[in-house]
């Protein structure tokens, strides 16, 4: 989240950051409750971590078209592709739609000469506070598509549950694609034509959609998506830093919240001023895991009944709420997305196709074959 200080103060209501909310929930019992106030920082138990997978092993060309990205899906859904920065590489980064911009670890940054033109900026994660800077990166690419040059913060990047991650790739980059389609069970990350980054909000659409067939095959249109679009202009190189948050609305009946859209979250969370409103039950005992990629939290575990995710109904599940930032209410987290594979994150229209679901596809695979 942003602070209040420098490049974080948040201007025309943009909060969201990268890594919102957890990545993984490390099951861990603790002591606490539900509160709209951070509660004191526990840190979960060291356990068996998440080791990244290498399914690139050089910078160079692939075989398949460079609109279609390899990833790895590893955890309860986190998301991940390789990144090579000025021929090197390739480093692990976390697709992360939640993420408004995106983070290169610092320690890469170092080691890759990358020349800081703003910073170091003290910034509140959370119950955490970390240091920030900014560098423009010129040549990078991710698989075999080229990205275009951006701005990117620097800062560190220690994820306990995915070590060697060496960055985030956020909706700032991953817009300037227009759309992007993720399919969990092939593990691709599809891109559509590349353009100029946003540069304003987008207004949440109704389908149908203006993307090309191969991006939508195999899901329909789900629900608006508007996505909050703040540029700032860093000094004294009069580089532009923009942050992208794609929304949704998730209604129960009459009562309809915003959340963010956030792949880079292993769980759908809720915060406390929506469980509060819903009146949930606690499902278990609250547990500890980390936000923001590093920072421990509490976080308290709800039976979530069935929610309308647009035209989608979400099946009742328990989901997690712990202190959220201001800005926002919760985060709908890849563990609830991986369940209507495939996803289109359609920014240019401000759309959100999913996949038939589960549930659906159980029901497909249950029909009688006809004799013909």
């Not at 700032?232 to 190189?237: F, I, K, Q, R």
Request: glycine share 12%; with cysteine.
């Amino acid at each position: 989240m942003k602070a209040e200080e420098g490049a974080y103060a948040v201007s025309a209501g943009l909060k969201a950051r990268h890594a919102l909310v957890v990545i993984i929930v490390v099951a861990a019992l603790i002591t606490g409750c539900s509160s709209s106030q951070p509660q004191a920082p526990v840190a979960p138990p060291v356990g068996p971590s998440i080791q990244l997978p290498v399914f690139e092993k050089s910078c160079a060309s692939q075989p398949g078209p460079p609109s279609v990205v390899p990833i790895r899906v590893v955890g309860s859904g986190a998301i991940v592709a390789n990144i090579c920065i000025s021929g090197e590489g390739p480093f692990p980064f976390l697709v992360d739609t939640g993420g408004s911009t995106t983070l290169v670890d610092s320690s890469l940054a170092a080691r890759l000469h990358l020349a800081l033109v703003d910073g170091p900026r003290t910034v509140s994660s959370f119950t955490c506070k970390r240091q920030i800077s900014f560098a423009a990166v010129s040549r990078w690419s991710v698989g075999n598509m080229t990205l275009l040059p951006q701005t990117v913060e620097v800062g560190t990047v220690q994820s306990p549950v995915l070590p060697n991650l060496d960055g985030v790739l956020g909706s700032d980059t991953l817009s300037s694609f227009g759309a992007v389609r993720i399919d969990y069970r092939q593990q691709t990350l599809t891109l559509g034509p590349q353009s100029a980054p946003l540069r304003s909000d987008v207004a949440g659409g109704s389908g149908p959609p203006s993307v090309s067939a191969s991006l939508t095959e195999g899901t329909s249109f789900a629900s608006p998506m508007p996505v909050k679009v703040v540029s700032e202009t860093l000094s004294p190189h009069h580089l532009r830093l923009t942050e992208v948050r794609p929304t949704i609305e998730l209604s129960f009946g009459p009562n309809q919240f915003t959340l963010t859209l956030d792949t880079g979250a292993g769980t759908t969370n809720l915060g406390p001023s929506v469980v509060k409103k819903l009146g949930l039950e606690l499902a278990g005992p609250p547990g500890a895991a980390y936000a923001g990629l590093d920072c421990p939290v509490v976080v308290n575990h709800y039976t979530m009944g069935p929610a309308m995710l647009g035209k989608v109904q979400l099946p009742e599940q328990t989901v997690g709420s712990n202190f959220i930032p201001p800005g926002t209410v919760g985060v709908i987290g890849s563990g609830t997305l991986i369940n209507y594979n495939p996803v289109l994150v359609d920014y240019t229209d401000g759309e959100l196709f999913l996949g038939p679901g589960k549930q659906a596809q159980a029901a497909a695979s249950e029909r009688p074959i006809s004799s013909g």
